[in-house]
């Protein structure tokens, strides 16, 4: 069972950046397309962003375009996610996941971390 975990959420002030870390424990880390998604209090779970196994493609979603930046570093076997240019619609909990696939849809990640809060205040 590969675990994932995530660090380096908390409070920021609005227009602040915060940078999200996951330490996945996989062995073979550099075959797993990783993801990040997030999910706001009674809301569904939403797709962030995704990078490709190998770094080479990220995809991102529409409302964090330009703000938000995922990279990996397969030797240390971790992921991030830089976020710039907070906003108070950016909080929720950020989970990392990695799968087989790169998708934008949670169903086809099959690893998932415990989630790291982000809270943007005004």
């Known amino acids: 069972q590969v675990q994932l975990e995530e660090t380096g959420g908390g409070l920021v002030q609005a227009g602040g950046s915060l940078r999200l870390s996951c330490a996945s424990s996989a062995r073979a880390f550099h075959n797993y397309h990783m993801a990040w998604f997030r999910q706001a209090p009674g809301k569904e779970r939403e797709f962030v962003g995704v990078?490709?196994?190998?770094?080479?493609?990220?995809r991102y979603e529409d409302s964090v375009q330009g703000r938000f930046t995922i990279s990996r570093d397969n030797d240390k076997k971790m992921v991030y996610l830089q976020m710039n240019s907070l906003n108070p619609e950016d909080t929720a909990v950020y989970y990392c996941a990695g799968g087989a696939v790169m998708s934008t849809g949670p169903r086809e990640y099959s690893n998932w971390g415990q989630g790291t809060q982000v809270t943007v205040s005004s």
């Open positions: 990078i490709s196994a190998y770094g080479g493609s990220t």
